[in-house]
């Protein structure tokens, strides 16, 4: 599957989150005409697009010609907006997750993944509606996260920069970067150059005070209540061994939390799973797709 592999156009809607940020909402048919099983409901990281979870749809909806699929831009990311207040936290991302399963999925079984602090949206959500997770959620991917990161040092001048970020204008463009530091800190070995150009290009454009804003909330990541519910839930946890910003050991952290979950070490990949192992982040999922209904959970 080609790193940069596109869904076929699908329908755009507009979701308003509980703190005012207008979600674009890309919802994905199935391609045979008729949706069956669960919806796959897809949350992408910081400074990413939705576009991060497109060859994974492909792949999946390639292989299962019945899934429907939702992915959705982040708040102040791609196409949506930002919500009324700057001083954000995780969880708002759980609250807007739950507003977008509420308008695309409002019945029946979803599995949901969540890439960097899109799992940590996923987590979010576990601990702003558990019942929801308990009552609807068939499986969950947790892909390139984690749930706590004591202890984390960054990249060299990353302190300084999200600091000048943080004063800068609302249309300020984004984190500047390179093709080079994005394959260094971001990509494992042999990166593909058009993901790599790709994430250059998502990263660019996602304003100044966007990255300051979201940076400065996941520096208080705690989520570790969250993940409670998803000892109920089937849970995959995959990380890339060459990943710099979650690595392996807050995905084994992460795992040890769910009781029964499953992690998965993807070896040369680093931080862009998605585009780096779209095949193996396909391969587990259909696991979840494949999970027992919640309909039958005792």
């Not at 966007?210 to 849970?235: E, K, N, Q, S």
Request: hydrophobic fraction near 40%; glycine fraction near 10%; aromatic fraction near 4%.
């Amino acid at each position: 599957m080609s790193p940069l592999a596109h869904p076929a156009p699908g329908t755009r809607r507009t979701v308003t989150a509980p703190d005012g940020a207008r979600l674009a909402v890309f919802e994905h048919p199935a391609p045979s005409g008729f949706a069956q099983g669960p919806t796959l409901v897809l949350a992408h990281g910081w400074c990413g697009t939705h576009e991060v979870w497109d060859p994974v749809v492909v792949d999946l909806q390639q292989r299962r010609p019945h899934l429907r699929v939702v992915t959705y831009d982040q708040p102040g990311h791609g196409r949506s907006s930002s919500g009324l207040d700057r001083d954000v936290s995780l969880l708002d991302l759980g609250a807007a997750l739950r507003e977008v399963l509420a308008e695309t999925a409002p019945e029946g079984d979803v599995v949901l993944g969540g890439h960097s602090m899109g799992g940590m949206t996923v987590m979010a959500l576990g601990e702003v509606d558990p019942d929801l997770v308990l009552a609807r959620v068939r499986g969950v991917a947790l892909v390139g996260t984690a749930a706590h990161l004591p202890g984390r040092r960054g990249v060299p001048g990353e302190v300084l920069v999200m600091g000048l970020l943080a004063k800068a204008p609302a249309r300020f463009p984004g984190l500047p970067t390179t093709a080079r530091l994005t394959a260094a800190n971001l990509f494992g070995d042999n990166p593909d150059p058009e993901a790599v150009r790709a994430t250059v290009q998502q990263t660019s454009q996602t304003r100044a005070n966007v990255v300051a804003d979201w940076y400065r909330a996941i520096g208080d990541l705690d989520l570790r209540t969250g993940v409670a519910p998803f000892a109920h839930v089937r849970t995959v946890v995959l990380t890339g061994r060459k990943d710099r910003l979650t690595p392996v050991s807050a995905g084994r952290r992460l795992a040890a939390l769910i009781p029964g979950s499953d992690f998965w070490m993807v070896p040369g990949v680093g931080h862009m799973i998605t585009y780096e192992a779209s095949a193996t982040v396909a391969d587990k999922i259909e696991l979840l797709l494949d999970a027992e209904p919640t309909s039958q959970r005792a």
